[in-house]
């Protein structure tokens, strides 16, 4: 069980690390300042300079060759296994944008996953292609308004055949990045038959974004801000026409989609919870270091050497748990892999809000203000929470899981 | 030890709860979606919706004879008793403007406090009146961006005499309202001898908003947010002269004012917290009694049975806890309720924090979008762990106040 | 609401703390060591030196009128409401022999409520006598090894009428106190009917402890001592005949008896438990001023601010809780009480076992050593988690409590 | 970083697991049911029985090979890493005797380390054969009752030169196993300059345990019992002379050897814990589908689910965690290691801990009872929060670690 850095990847870590240093994280400021500048006023709506620092640092990375990574356990990528590739999604968790300069982004990755896995040779060449070029963007819209879509039996989104086409009637929300021009396809999960078994009921469709009958409602807010340019999609789709040959494995087989395309991305979001837990841990130190008060460092006040130590501690724990939920995928597969990911994506979301919020609190007010990213890499990973799966759920799978070792019949 | 709703106060708790419900929260809604509409572009200035919105608010309030409760043990106000306040605020607590609606708000209530307590008769006709009346808002100036704050002995702003007056030079920031244009009083702590023993360093001044050389550099951000129009402003000082008659009690007591000012307004910070906590604790049962998944009601599943109880087991030892720093605020006054002040001010807002936190989780994504206040109420609760001293300064005091049972010398 | 000392008992107060300090501290040192020192071996009979201490004690408090205060809201002791009772529970609670000096030991008090409450004139006279003169001792033995005894509905032990008489079987365990020879009575709680609703299964009854067909078959262990002389005992019950009159209230209501019983228990447990809680705050405090490592005092290195300021808290807050439920026993009755003493029977133990824990680990290896009383008080009130109701169960109940008010259907 | 059970020691894991579950773990029950059944009443004295259980283990494991495991990086035992061997002592740690029947207990192996390591020829062959062939038992004789042994520095036990021989004088405790009969060794930590630097004040004797002057005072309780037969005893040395060539390294480099001893055997207790804490998990599974309440299985109340969750995903993550501190003993040495033990000797017992208290609570109050090994479990593992250094200090390495990170300075 190797969890450590290979030779293979050490160079590319090295590599991303120092582009999202030196490149990437003083552009990412700018990047930041810019939104809402569109003079258009549609806050989802990149502004040129913001193209510009995108696409210019997207070029660089490619010509350096550091290019959809994710593609683990693939020949058309690096190969790197999916333990690797963790090492290179925790540093590009440290700074914003950095993921989608290396075409490492969700929800790109996962939909990429779906198409390279389950779509037929038409789907690739119309969408997987320019994804992985990082020509387009994709949204994954599963989440509805009106159920409880943790617990996925109850999406009631409806798709009724006529024809050789489905016509599908419903509201999705938090649709992440459906709001941006450059998204042009929606990856959407739709009801099929409700009165199917509970696993059968539910199909995957691949469209266009512009479909006829598509509708962008609102964007949804996360702690008072519209996380744009990216953003939070709330949809109506009204009378929305796909033809049949845009489902993905057939009619009925949603599920098995969403379970084979959840895995790795739930890794990734965690391993990047990993790096801005480091980022805060660091920030914390600093700071320690460089105020006073009461005539001593910060560091050596209260229980500061504590809090460290115990940031310190839990992200050595919780990135070696996200490393074996990365090697279980790499030897045993989604489906025995489940669990473990279940662990890490209640564990390192967890554990990076609270070494965010020490650090927060370390800054006094500052740490919540603008002067810092702390608030904002607050915000994110507590999103993470919900983001699929809300904690409970996950809870719950690693519950059962450990409570089968004792009966023979499903607990 | 009294800490029960008083024959007294009972129907004030009750007509001012009726009017939160169904006056004011209402409008709150309708006055939070004004935001920013202020043709100006000002962020910080309330548009003609809003300002009616609180006028007539306000109007009803003082027909009502609900105004100006906060003045206890006064023969100005109702003469109520700080426990007897402290109940009113919980319920205050619970909507976004209301304290403002009964002339209750923050940061006024501390800086009527002080010049009630600390002003010239000058400084009361000037200032007292209008406040009072509510016809203008007020300031309270004192972290500094340089420094630890929390450690107020090393505030640097500076103050030089000259002649007969004072001249300000530095930068303040998180002058919460100062952005306001209602806001027409500065209440504001200076150092005037940084070569005096620790306690003797500062002053406090007076002093109208709109003096030449005060110049609001940036509305500070919480989460994200500028939290408009009320704000938390960033000022810079360049050669503002003030009148010596302007200081409160005289140069180089102002930490006995700062003290004095502190105590009443983190009870009602704290009882407002406690109110906001029975909003989240109540959103929570509604949202999982309401909602369903995998059968059963969100309320019976998962750790949800143990996360309402342990938040109503909180909410109760916190009110308590608020009512006894209370009671021994109105029996032994401000310094002697010291510690229990510092406690209130620690255990108040984590736990508010903690059943917000929670509630939202129940919520799913929706608790931290705009469809809920879950995620407004979080960043506020949050920045309260920082306001009048961070949660560490306050455990320090606790500390020391034990130890000190078991020592003669000072620890 | 007044939760305050009031005049009446505050000389009371301040006499039994002084007992307990200057008389009783030092003798209970000796009785600790003479456990298990009976001639015959039998750890649960008391020595000759440890009845003299306990005896002559107990004659020094009656002497000076400190004895039965747990006869609250009565003309038969002191009169006193459970609020007051409550702090001198927790004076009581420091020291371990302290309360059966005062003759305010459990379960004896909640026996001789019930015999109070509900015994026959003959029942007072046979027990309730003998019991307020401390003269003799009691158990209640209830609990059952083969069934989740919380859930009190599947008590099985069975009671089959034989005439006027019935007849016994079964086995109970963790009766406290029933090994003690001074042990006369037995309140026992047995299934009548179990196809009874489920409320109406249980009866109880009063009963010498030497019955025929009564066998106490070994001491329950806590932590790996039998907790001597007192202890916890497994009990055989063979054909035991007991006749119908020695029924409390009747067949079928032993429910009822049971939930009067327990309240005021609960309350002088959770009470005793807060007296432990400010012991081992002060011996943390203590030896963290004593004793020093790398050069500074123990309670000024790493967290341990910290750590003291959290216990006060703590502390301070389930004390506040403790006496609003006593106050709510006193105004609204047990049954109105009882989400109040479920809220206090979670808080106040855990809350306690926090303290003491830090306490001990502050003391370094000497904390869990015979040396200091910290670890015997952890393993009493790590106990204390399971009687009267495990943690989860009182959780429950508030939660039920919490959500009732939402729906108009039982939740 | 190879994590995983090598293909070396899997064979072994199986052997030892099977001869710990099915040999041990029944005669492990009936060697506790022989506690202080010595006709002497020396309950430090092993019962024949004890002995014949513990010698006919011992030879079984001999006879298969299985022994010594713990002589990690060495060609005299089975050549095994410290991550290989990791995984034998957790399966070690399930069953009380286990770890001494494979010759792979504390504090012998801890002894053996410095013997092999610094010990001279003459050392070896007196002492080292002996204990690596398990005829004989060993004691570290370190912590002194008067100081916080934690920091070392602070040890005073005197040892004066007096021509070829020291002259020893002074107090120890916590020296566990010294009371046992078999205990021929003791190794001794001593104050040989006390105005020496910080950490050259110290030196290391080897000594017999029945030298004249040795006096066993009493042994040390932990949690009310004398854990007998392995105990941790109060010895007082009175004008012991121990030969100059019975030193270890020479005067005055007793530190050396202490930390050089310490890191394996921090591993070894870490990872005993984990495997305490999988079998308290398993027995949590087992007795929540076993036992019913309210016509719920345990399992399926309450917070029980989450309670599985948390506890599974804690062992694994500490499990992860101690690897890791032993592949860094396996590649960077002891020194570099060092942040790394601190980590998991703070993480492991206090997770270890948790879990066995929730399954004790879960037990209901049986859980602390003699019917089941979690309150004996529970106090191993608290006992270990002291062990080897306390928390605090750990905590303090790590955060110290940390912040030389960004320091050229000293923190």
């Known amino acids: 069980m ?46 040129d300079r913001q193209l510009e620092i995108l696409d210019g640092l997207k070029a660089m990375a490619k010509s350096r060759g550091l290019w959809n990574f994710w593609l683990t356990g693939s020949d058309k990528g690096y190969g790197l296994s999916t333990v690797e590739y963790a090492y290179l999604a925790e540093e590009m968790g440290k700074v914003g944008i950095a993921a989608e300069v290396f075409n490492c982004a969700a929800p790109d990755t996962g939909n990429m996953e779906v198409l390279e896995r389950y779509g037929t040779q038409a789907h690739k060449d119309r969408w997987l292609k320019p994804l992985l070029d990082g020509d387009i963007r994709s949204a994954y819209v599963m989440t509805e308004p009106n159920v409880a879509s943790s617990d996925a039996a109850q999406l009631a989104f409806e798709a009724k055949k006529d024809g050789d086409h489905y016509v599908l009637n419903g509201e999705k929300w938090w649709a992440s990045g459906a709001g941006d021009p450059r998204c042009k396809l929606f990856i959407v999960m739709v009801c099929t038959d409700p009165d199917a078994a509970k696993h059968g009921r539910h199909s995957m469709f691949l469209m266009p974004s512009d479909l006829e009958g598509i509708e962008v409602l609102r964007p949804m807010h996360v702690f008072n801000t ?10 109506r789709f009204t009378n929305v026409r796909v033809p049949a040959e845009d489902l993905v494995l057939g009619e009925g087989r949603g599920f098995e989609v969403a379970q084979g395309r959840l895995g790795p991305g739930r890794i990734h979001h965690c391993m990047r919870a990993i790096g801005q837990a480091e980022k805060a841990l660091e920030m914390m130190c600093r700071r320690g270091l460089q105020r006073e008060a009461f005539g ?67 800054h006094g007010a500052a740490g919540i203000s603008q002067d810092f990213d702390l608030a904002d890499m607050y915000t994110k990973v507590r999103t993470l929470r919900f983001a699929d799966g809300p904690d409970a759920v996950h809870r719950r799978q690693v519950a059962r899981a450990e409570l089968r070792k004792y009966t023979n019949a499903k607990t």
């Open 2 to 47: 190797d969890l450590g850095v290979t030779d293979k990847v050490r160079p590319l870590i090295e590599q991303v690390r120092n582009m999202v240093e030196q490149e990437i994280a003083p552009l990412d400021k700018e990047f930041h300042e810019e939104i809402g500048k569109h003079p258009s006023g549609d806050r989802f709506k990149h502004t």
């Open 226 to 235: 519209d996380d744009a340019p990216h953003g939070h999609m709330h949809i």
């Open 296 to 362: 001593k460092k910060l560091a050596d006040l209260g229980a500061n050497y504590d809090i460290i130590a115990n940031a310190r501690m839990e992200i050595e724990m919780a990135r070696l748990l996200c490393l074996k939920a990365a090697y279980m995928m790499d030897t045993v597969g989604v489906r025995e892999a489940q669990p473990w990911i279940s662990k890490i994506k209640v564990v390192a979301p967890l554990m990076a809000g609270k070494v965010i919020d020490d650090a927060m609190q370390l």
